[in-house]
């Protein structure tokens, strides 16, 4: 009575509250993209990759803070519509509407009962974990927005192969595709892409174990020749020219390319020396302080120059005698008529200039490198990246040959037809194309160093984590995260029973999306132990486990929906459950949602505030002062600099310090000492406080 009742409330209304709940979340979701304040990894993002030239989005080498696919979108949105908060998160706002798309469409067109749609695709959706990185400029967001279509069209295959009714590699092509735009997205979804060729690969097995005769073969939909061999050509142009990007980027921080670099300056006493600031220019623009030692200024490591900036008091520049820039074995000296050759910026209270064009060594040919002073010539790098693109090359030609082996072994046993291996094959071929030499890059980098160690294990590094960050600081009782793994362990045991009464009474089609769930879920599990055991990969952890928050939910619902088939009064039952759980969520949801804050950067919430207020102080208290410093830990640096590069005071000094550095006010983490300074502001939502010095 009761699920007759809300499924007939549902059918009136269903269209409607799925339209108006898609709008509020996509809204809520906008809201946050503009409102919250840039965190630090988005803005290492920006830094590093986005505010450089478009070869900066190759580079691999300085963390997985580089998320391909999100990083190349939000530069072309960059540079299309500048770099405001939420342009550079367009592309995971896009990826929540594929999520929000096919979450409704994997629930309407494998459930039939309407009211579980609208409670599943509520209990996709208020997750608040999940929906921060959907307003967050990483890849992760937009990896769930991919996957979503991947399981889609995963489903649609499950249907064609199983009931043999229509061409199935289409759909499990289109399936592949996706999940292979979700790893280029963020790679912890190579699991899941794993998981679906291992799936697809046994149900083929399976099917072609059956008697034949009662399983006619459907024949793949053939692509016309010509349209196939310009896909190829196209697609292994692009492989070509990304590894080659990828290549050029590894191999520019090869010090042996570049000759070292020595700053001497005569006629300024030892004690002025120390308040002159000399740095280096890179190539993407970033500046690095050069230290001073042995009365000159260098870096210890060898590394690009394009130029070499100065900064000092006005009083100081007259009393330069000369200025000697070593270029390796080249000296560039200059005396005080030479130095009008440098290009000087307008300061109000200290001077900055930078070398002349003239000092450097012969430029190089290859136009990323054409602005370094410091490089030893193109021969250097050509040769190394000539012959790691061919060992690219002789890697993938054996790789194919492998793999077209292994599939003439598969057919001649008669365990796969050739139509059948061919998309997993092929999938998998391009995708290692594009992600062998960048999984190299990563791991030769020391990238996947973060996450779970072998000592906490599996369970608690990935699912316990999950869970907790699930609960976004919110303490409901005391053991809800104990409660909540229960329920985890409490579904696979219910889907075990119901696999052992729908088996016998030969109706595991109802089981079969709930089960490939379930198998994506084990398997994306088991591949992650691995790489542990065999490579020393960490456990996944928070955010990088994160697609197993919505691959569960949709187990979930799908365990669920086939409960309240099996009995009549099983029904209410489950409608009971579902009701429960998502009432659960939207309280849950309702006491989380915010657009001030993220649950894994918490601290970065109020950087932006305290820069406009500081701005503010400014204004209206120090009119006169031209200049002011700021203190501020290296962990609030990155955030910082983004909005600095936006709004560009000139009236700012920022020093990376320790709270004792001599600096007029402070952005702190940590408690003061109030002897010596001013509480100006507390910031009880990140746990910061902006102090003035006494």
């Known amino acids: ?190 699991n899941v892409y794993l998981s679906l060729v291992v799936c697809a690969f046994v149900l083929f097995v399976v099917l072609n174990i059956k008697d034949r005769s009662r399983h006619p073969v459907v024949q793949a939909a053939q692509t016309p020749f010509r349209s196939k061999k310009i896909f190829l050509t196209a697609i292994a142009l692009l492989a070509v020219l990304f590894n080659l990007l990828v290549m050029s980027q590894h191999l520019a921080l090869r010090s042996d390319l570049y000759e070292p670099v020595t ?52 009083s100081l520049l007259d009393k330069m005698d000369s ?63 000539l012959s790691g693109m061919l060992i690219i090359a002789g890697i993938a030609a054996l790789f194919l040959l492998l793999i077209y082996g292994a599939g003439k072994i598969l057919e001649r046993g008669k365990v796969l037809r050739a139509e059948q ?88 089609i109802n089981l079969r999306p709930a089960s490939f769930l379930l198998a994506i879920l084990l398997f994306s599990s088991l591949s992650t132990v691995l790489q542990n055991i065999l490579f020393g990969t960490p456990y996944l952890f928070q955010r990088t486990a994160l697609f197993f928050i919505p691959l569960f939910v949709l187990f979930l619902i799908f365990l669920i929906h086939a409960l309240s088939r099996l009995r009549a009064w099983l029904n209410s039952t489950a409608a009971i459950l579902l009701v429960i759980l998502t009432i659960l969520a939207s309280y849950h949801f309702y006491q989380t949602a915010n657009t001030a804050k993220t649950a894994d950067w918490g601290n970065d919430a109020d950087t932006k505030a305290m820069l406009t207020d500081l701005t503010d102080i400014r204004q209206k208290n120090l009119p006169d002062l031209t200049q002011i410093s700021l203190g501020i830990p290296f962990t609030r640096n990155p955030t910082l600099q983004y909005y600095l590069a936006r709004i560009n005071p000139d009236w700012l000094e920022v020093n990376v310090v320790p709270p004792t550095g001599r600096n007029d006010f402070y952005y702190l983490e940590q408690e003061f000492d109030s002897r010596g300074m001013i509480l100006i502001k507390d910031y009880p939502r990140s746990r910061t406080i902006l102090v003035k010095r006494k």
């Open 421 to 508: 291996f061919r998309p997993l094959a092929l999938t998998t071929f391009w995708l290692a194309a594009f992600l062998g030499l960048s999984l190299y890059v990563l791991k030769t980098g020391g990238a996947f160093a973060w996450g779970g160690t072998r000592e906490t294990g599996f369970i608690r590094s990935t699912v316990y984590s999950l869970i907790a960050e699930s609960f976004y600081e919110k303490l409901y009782f005391r053991g809800q995260e104990q409660a909540l793994f229960l329920l985890v362990l409490l579904s696979i045991l219910l889907f075990l029973i119901l696999l052992a009464v729908h088996y016998r009474q030969g109706a595991l």
């Open 263 to 314: 700053v001497k300056i005569t006629g300024i006493e030892e004690k002025l020396k120390q308040s002159l600031r000399v740095f280096r220019v890179e190539l993407d623009g970033q500046e690095k302080l050069l230290s001073y030692e042995n009365d000159a200024w260098t870096m210890r490591e060898t590394a690009q120059y394009t130029a070499v900036k100065f900064r000092c008091a006005p």
């Open 1 to 190: 009575m009761i699920m007759k009742l809300l499924k007939k409330w549902s059918e009136i209304s269903y269209r409607p509250m799925i339209l108006g709940i898609s709008l509020f979340l996509m809204i809520y979701e906008v809201a946050r993209a503009s409102r919250v304040a840039f965190t630090i990894d988005e803005a290492t993002t920006y830094l590093l990759y986005l505010s450089s030239n478009i070869a900066a989005v190759f580079n691999l080498n300085w963390a997985t803070n580089n998320h391909f696919l999100n990083t190349l979108l939000a530069k072309l949105f960059c540079g299309l519509a500048g770099n405001s908060e939420i342009v550079l998160r367009l592309p995971n706002l896009l990826g929540y509407g594929l999520y929000l798309l096919f979450s409704f469409l994997i629930l309407d067109r494998f459930i039939k009962n309407r009211f579980v749609v609208v409670c599943g695709f509520l209990l996709l959706n208020l997750n608040p974990y999940v929906l921060d990185y959907f307003s967050l400029c990483r890849g992760f967001g937009l990896s769930l927005g991919l996957m979503m279509p991947a399981l889609f069209f995963f489903f649609l295959f499950l249907d064609a192969a199983s009931l043999r009714l229509s061409d199935p590699y289409r759909p499990l092509q289109l399936s592949l595709v996706f999940a292979s735009l979700a790893v280029l997205s963020n790679i912890s979804l190579f």
């Open 323 to 385: 200025i000697r820039i070593s270029i390796g074995s080249q000296d560039y000296s200059f005396d005080a008529a030479g130095r009008k050759a440098f290009e000087f910026l307008p300061q109000k209270n200290h001077v900055v200039f930078y070398s002349p064009a003239s000092v450097s060594l012969k430029r190089s040919r290859i136009p990323f490198f054409g602005a370094v002073i410091n490089w030893k010539g193109d021969g250097i790098f050509l040769k190394p990246l």
